[in-house]
């Protein structure tokens, strides 16, 4: 259907285009998922001990590492589990300031707390959502330690410009690529860039698990060892001899298990064939908004690869309703979005160091963040778990909902003035 013929917005008592939110259906499992399960349950190694290649978690750290072209990869119990482990093995403490995005998960900034180092927060760019050069040397110190771009949304950070400052102040740079399994920057697989990179393999993540799961990479062999004792109770575990029971360091128990490697590593299998559908489909849903005014969509710079994990739509609403209060204006266009079947939702309420539990930790200013406040502000998403691989005919029935509630500003414009009366 093209402009000017849909119907009644259902927010205002219409047919929806959607007759009902559209249902969660994401990781995909398949009967070869549920074989590789059940052999593991079957073979009695369930857990990351170390056997020469045996484990199913020895096979998803070879299978990740050989992937992405690093050399090592070590499974860790979840994404966030994932960042304090590598920081720590970057020898990252008390006393130490680590710059993170303003705009991210709060794990970003709560593994940074864990470690007992601070978080200090840089701003995101306005069009692409992760930190930048000028950002972070806006907030780079003599005491930071490590800055950890996050690769928001399955979109890489600026890493070439961003390492450059890092290395002028003697950081270490530590990338969060929880969400950008498949992503790229200039050819390059996130994570493969040379730093330390840490992902999440957590049920919504682009290349999931059956539930939490996490992984490390590194081409540094001594930062992979000092993960593999962290995980462990600080003990060496080697495949050639028996436990000793000795703690070398202060560890945790951050082991992954090989029932959720075992599932991890089928899934790899699929996992370029799902990238592609998924880029072939958001690329065809995008190109069917990028032209309605107002209504910013989200990007692929030259020389980066989005890997698509969350959408996130940006709107000018002084050209789509001009005059009324942007938090007011953001709210009644998700309702109206939501009525028609899109499940158009925020990711993140406010910045990272506005959370209730990190506020306390800050000593900076929202002067530190007018591009995330504003972001935050004014934009909605569309996340993971509406984009399986086979979701091409449900982005086009959300594009239908987006020009439809787009193609009657009068109407919007009328329920805005009627909700603040
Ligand atoms: C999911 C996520 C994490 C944490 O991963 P978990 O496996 O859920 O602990 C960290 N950072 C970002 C950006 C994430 O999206």
Not at 230 to 239: H, N, P, S, V
Not at 263 to 291: C, G, I, K, P
């Amino acid at each position: 259907m093209s402009g000017g013929s849909w119907g009644e917005l259902a927010l205002a008592g219409g047919e929806p285009v959607l007759g009902s939110l559209a249902p969660v259906d994401w990781p995909r499992t398949t009967d070869a998922d549920r074989a590789a399960v059940l052999s593991v349950l079957d073979s009695n190694l369930l857990v990351s001990d170390r056997t020469n290649g045996v484990t199913a978690v020895e096979r998803l750290e070879r299978s990740w590492a050989d992937y992405l072209g690093v050399r090592h990869c070590v499974g860790v119990s979840n994404g966030t589990t994932a960042i304090e482990l590598a920081l720590l093995a970057h020898g990252v403490g008390p006393g130490d300031e680590v710059v993170v995005p303003a705009l991210t998960f709060v794990a970003t900034a709560m593994a940074v707390v864990h470690v007992g180092a601070t978080p200090v927060y840089a701003d995101v760019h306005p069009v692409t959502y992760t930190m930048t050069a000028e950002s972070l040397a806006a907030e780079i110190t003599e005491r930071t330690k490590a800055v950890v771009p996050v690769h928001l949304h399955g979109l890489s950070a600026d890493l070439a410009a961003i390492g450059e400052v890092a290395r002028r102040h003697g950081c270490v740079v530590i990338e969060d690529a929880a969400q950008a399994q498949g992503a790229r920057y200039r050819g390059v697989p996130s994570g493969a860039s040379g730093n330390t990179a840490t992902f999440s393999l957590q049920m919504t993540k682009n290349l999931p698990t059956c539930g939490e799961g996490g992984l490390v990479v590194t081409d540094d062999e001594r930062v992979a060892d000092r993960i593999v004792q962290l995980r462990q109770f600080g003990e060496t575990i080697r495949a050639d001899r028996p436990r000793r029971y000795v703690s070398h360091r202060l560890g945790f128990n951050a082991k992954l298990n090989n029932v959720q490697a075992a599932y991890t590593v089928s899934q790899l299998e699929r996992f370029d064939e799902y990238h592609a559908a998924r880029r072939a489909n958001v690329e065809a849903f995008l190109s069917r908004l990028r032209h309605l005014d107002g209504l910013i969509c989200p990007s692929e710079p030259d020389g980066y690869e989005h890997a698509w994990h969350i959408l996130r739509f940006a709107v000018d609403f002084e050209r789509l309703l001009p005059g009324v209060e942007t938090g007011a204006a953001r709210n009644l266009l998700m309702r109206a979005l939501r009525a028609e079947g899109m499940p158009a939702t925020r990711y993140q309420m406010m910045p990272l160091p506005e959370q209730p539990a990190l506020r306390a930790l800050c000593h900076q200013t929202p002067a530190s963040w007018p591009v995330t406040q504003d972001v935050v502000d004014r934009s909605f998403t569309l996340q993971q778990r509406h984009l399986p691989p086979d979701a091409g005919p449900l982005l086009q029935s959300f594009a239908d909902a987006v020009e439809k509630v787009w193609s009657q500003p009068k109407v919007l414009q009328g329920l805005a003035e009627g909700a603040v009366r």
